[in-house]
């Protein structure tokens, strides 16, 4: 136990703790002000609208998120000299993917809000945030660079002071613009994160990683090895939006709004793993070669993911019932959609770590078809629940997402434990 309190995991894990504590905590004190001051159907618009932007984007960066912490990793170790030409490959073709899909995304704004979401109110707000995709999947590769840096601790500065600006920023502007002010909110502080990160990534690079002017054999290997990643994302993203967009086609707007609420609660419990993500990816890639502390770091994180997400379920459940007074009366019976979303979340955080192995150790494809039988069975379980067992839509999804991930865990532990006994003996 001392040893793991002194590794260099813990340290890292350490400050993506506090900047994002910060972050994820204000940004959730903000969202149920958002709510409260939207009320539970026009705060379901909000979040689908948000959601769909957010599904794009994580796409439109191509997994180079992750990608950019596994090469800059290894390059930091191996090969600093090729750290500025992955930068500049990395960037290019995040502009170049969240480009297309976010002018993709304005000339069918009308299509989408009308035909799909049956809301034309929909189509100016979502124009507007078109815009939105090129800045988010630019952070997102920004975020994966300096993970791969290590620069843990400047990314916690940066998360904590758009943290900050996310509450009083997000509140003010919906306090006073309603709707509009919180989509307005969204896109300004997304802008300044990617400044923010901008500077900090030409700040951080190595002095020893001396430009190299061409490459094209490492564009090749960055595409290739994204594309998995880039492919989960888009799954994942892709059911978590349907199961949105079929919440509303079953029910409504109103259920929508009450499962989303719901589902901050599961988000904020997750943040310790969720930013955790970078980190693992940074040292497992590093410990890749070593079997043996590549076994330690991944054993030890799934403890830690462990007893990040026990306590505090423990405590949301208990006080459940006080959070859902905060939402509002429009929010009845939040208290125990809250329960059921953050059951889920130890089997979910566990999952995150086991898809961290898999990329480190190059096996994005393995996990590309194990999360697209996930994410699409928590699709096919919503709509059984449903149906056939008549149980109400939130209450079906949430519930569809605790049995899968469940499912998901046991399988991809023996699994995994079974490539890493194959390559062993292979070698």
Known sequence: MARLRGSQLIK??????????????????????????????????YGLIKSTILTIGVFSSFGLGFTSTKFVADYKREAPENIKLFIRYSTKITLIFSGVTSLLLFITASYVATIIFEAQSLIVPLRFLAILIVFNAITTTQIGILSGLGEFKTLAKINGFIGVLTFFLSVMLTYI?????????????????CV?????????????????????????????????????????????WTGSVLLVRFANFGELGMYNAAMQWNAIILFIPGIMRNVVLSHLSSNSHKQE?????????????ILATLFPSIIVVIISPFIATFYGNTFEGLSFLIILAVSSTIFMSINNVYSQAFTSINKNWEMFILRFFRDTGVLFGFVLLMKNFKINGMYSLLTSKLIVSILFLLFVNRYYSYLIRRDKYST
Not at 13 to 39: D, E, M, Q, Y
Not at 212 to 224: F, G, P, V, Y
Not at 293 to 305: A, Y
């Open 12 to 45: 890292d894990s350490f400050w993506s703790l506090i900047g994002n504590a910060v972050a994820r905590g204000l940004s959730l004190l903000a969202g149920i002000f958002i709510a409260r001051f939207l009320g539970k159907d026009i705060f379901g618009e």
């Open 177 to 193: 613009w309603n709707f509009q002010g919180a989509l307005i909110a969204l896109l300004l502080l997304q802008i300044l994160n």
């Open 196 to 240: 923010l990160n901008f500077i900090a990534v030409r700040k951080n690079i190595p002095l020893s990683a001396i430009p190299i002017l061409e490459d094209k054999n490492l564009q090749n290997r960055i595409l290739k090895f994204s594309t998995p990643i880039a492919l989960q994302a888009a799954v994942y993203n892709i059911t978590s």
């Open 293 to 305: 502390e590549h076994g330690k770091v991944l054993n030890h994180t799934i403890i830690i993911n």
